[in-house]
């Protein structure tokens, strides 16, 4: 069983940065990519970014490219994933869930992510 803890939301005015942080915990020895999504209210949840269990191969939205980077830690850090938002605006106001796939492809298709975490709160005030 894997376990996703996400950690680092908050608020931030327009323009701000954030990072999130989503600790990966468990039987995670055959996983193949982590992920961002979110979701906003009313509306429905999207791909913001992936990263394949190697940390070299990142896979971004259009809507977050040059402005998000996500990245693996390493050594003790290894299990960790952690998306740096920067220079963000109104529209990145959600709630933000790591997820977890088995699958061996890098994709931003929700369904086939296995194991989601509870998801972090991000506040953008204008």
């Known amino acids: 069983q894997v376990q996703l803890l996400e950690s680092g939301g908050g608020s931030v005015q327009t323009g701000g940065s954030l990072s999130l942080s989503c600790a990966a915990s468990g039987r995670t020895f055959n996983a193949y990519a982590l992920a961002w999504f979110r979701r906003a209210p009313g509306k429905q949840r999207e791909f913001v970014a992936a990263?394949?269990?190697?940390?070299?191969?990142?896979?971004?939205a259009d809507s977050v490219k040059g402005r998000f980077t996500i990245s693996r830690g390493r050594d003790s850090y290894k299990n960790t994933v952690t998306l740096r938002m920067n220079n963000l605006e109104p529209e990145a106001a959600a709630i933000y869930y790591c997820a977890l796939t088995y699958d061996r492809i890098l994709t931003n298709t929700a369904n086939t992510y296995n194991v989601w975490g509870q998801g972090t709160q991000v506040t953008v005030s204008s």
């Open positions: 990263v394949n269990w190697s940390g070299d191969v990142p896979a971004y």
